[in-house]
């Protein structure tokens, strides 16, 4: 796994489009000095706008970034994901991942792109993979991961399912 420095954050920003239009100079220039002061910090919440980003480091770079329905502006694939339902952006992460995601328990993991939701989904007892939707406990809680590599755990393997939703 190569680690992303500062000198990678503007790639990393350009994969989210809309977080390089919603995130400022000002903000820009904090995540890059966050990620040079925090080389040996696993996780860092950073405070931008009234509202955190999540940051993950490995191996001394910043290895992923979490934002949640707060930052409402996010986009991916050119679509506002918080604002629109949760099964169209499991369709278009879909799509961009050329193939069915994985899924357990609330998460979607979407490997060839390198992308997990949380809360946009939901997996039953029997397997079934199901669209969150507003009125789900969780609904509020929604996440997007954008990371270096996708997220494997080799002893977690087991426990997510595929499905497709188109």
Same mark, same amino acid.
């Given at each position: 796994?190569?680690?992303?420095?500062?000198?990678?954050l503007d790639?990393?920003?350009?994969d989210l489009p809309?977080?390089?239009?919603y995130v400022s100079?000002?903000d820009? /220039? !904090?995540?890059r000095?966050?990620?040079g002061e %925090?080389e040996d910090v696993?996780?860092q919440n950073l405070?931008?706008n009234?509202t @955190?980003v999540?940051?993950e480091?490995r191996?001394?770079?910043?290895?992923g970034?979490t934002?949640?329905?707060?930052?409402i502006?996010?986009?991916?694939?050119?679509?506002?994901?918080?604002?629109? /339902? !949760?099964?169209?952006v499991?369709?278009?992460? %879909?799509?961009?991942n050329?193939g069915?995601?994985?899924y357990?328990?609330n998460? @979607?993991a979407f490997d060839?792109i390198?992308?997990?939701?949380?809360?946009f989904?939901?997996v039953?007892e029997?397997?079934?993979v199901q669209a969150?939707?507003?009125?789900d406990r969780?609904?509020? /809680?929604?996440?997007?991961t954008?990371r270096c590599?996708p997220?494997?755990?080799a002893d977690?393997?087991?426990?997510?399912?595929?499905?497709?939703?188109?």
């Amino acid at each position: 796994m190569k680690p992303v420095g500062a000198a990678d954050l503007d790639a990393m920003l350009r994969d989210l489009p809309a977080m390089a239009e919603y995130v400022s100079e000002d903000d820009i /220039a !904090a995540l890059r000095q966050a990620i040079g002061e %925090q080389e040996d910090v696993d996780r860092q919440n950073l405070e931008m706008n009234e509202t @955190a980003v999540l940051l993950e480091y490995r191996s001394g770079g910043l290895d992923g970034v979490t934002v949640e329905a707060r930052h409402i502006e996010t986009q991916f694939a050119n679509a506002r994901i918080f604002s629109m /339902a !949760a099964s169209d952006v499991l369709r278009i992460c %879909q799509r961009a991942n050329g193939g069915p995601g994985r899924y357990r328990s609330n998460e @979607a993991a979407f490997d060839n792109i390198a992308v997990s939701l949380y809360a946009f989904s939901q997996v039953s007892e029997r397997g079934e993979v199901q669209a969150a939707t507003r009125n789900d406990r969780d609904f509020r /809680a929604r996440s997007l991961t954008l990371r270096c590599e996708p997220y494997m755990p080799a002893d977690e393997l087991d426990q997510f399912v595929s499905a497709s939703f188109e």
